[in-house]
C-alpha cells in the first residue's frame, strides 16, 4: 500500500521540479501593452497579452518564443513560425468567444544565437469569410546576454 503512495509522491515532485527548471531556462522576456489590428473590410484582432521570452536549448543554440492572448472577429488565427529556414503556418486555437491564448515557439537557431540587443518580428494572419488581415507583430528588445 505504500508503495503507490511513495511512486506517486516521486511522480508530483518529478512535475514540480520540471516546471521550475523551465522558468530557470528563460534568458529573457519583455511584454507589450494591447493591441487593437483591422482591415478595411472589418476583420479584428485585438490583443491583450504580448509575453516575448528567449530560452537557451541544450546545443547553444535558442528559441523565441511568445505568448498572445486577446479575441478576434475572425473565423481562424494562424501564426507563421520559422526555425534556421523551416517555415510553418501554427493554426491558434479559438474557443467558442473567440478568445485564444497561447505560447507558442516562432523562431529557433540550432547552435548560435544572435547577439546584442534585436527585436524579432511574426506574423499572425487572421481569416474571415473571403478577407484576410495579416498583422506584423514586433517584440520589444530582446538580449541573449
Known amino acids: 500500500m505504500k508503495l503507490p503512495l511513495i511512486l506517486i509522491m516521486v511522480g508530483l515532485l518529478s512535475l514540480v521540479s520540471c516546471a521550475k527548471e523551465e522558468k530557470n531556462d528563460i534568458v529573457d522576456s519583455c511584454s507589450k501593452g494591447s493591441e487593437t489590428f483591422s482591415s478595411t473590410s472589418g476583420t479584428t484582432l485585438y490583443l491583450t497579452k504580448q509575453d516575448w521570452f528567449l530560452k537557451r536549448n541544450t546545443i547553444g543554440g535558442g528559441n523565441i518564443n511568445v505568448g498572445l492572448s486577446g479575441t478576434t472577429n475572425g473565423d481562424s488565427?494562424?501564426?507563421?513560425?520559422?526555425?534556421?529556414?523551416?517555415?510553418?503556418?501554427?493554426?491558434?486555437?479559438?474557443?467558442?468567444?473567440?478568445?485564444?491564448?497561447?505560447?507558442i515557439s516562432i523562431s529557433f537557431t540550432a547552435n548560435s544565437v544572435p547577439s546584442g540587443s534585436f527585436k524579432k518580428t511574426t506574423n499572425i494572419l487572421v481569416f474571415k469569410g473571403s478577407d484576410t488581415l495579416r498583422v506584423d507583430l514586433k517584440s520589444c528588445p530582446l538580449s541573449y546576454e
Open 77 to 103: 488565427i494562424t501564426i507563421l513560425t520559422h526555425g534556421d529556414g523551416l517555415l510553418y503556418y501554427y493554426k491558434i486555437a479559438l474557443d467558442s468567444e473567440k478568445y485564444f491564448n497561447q505560447d
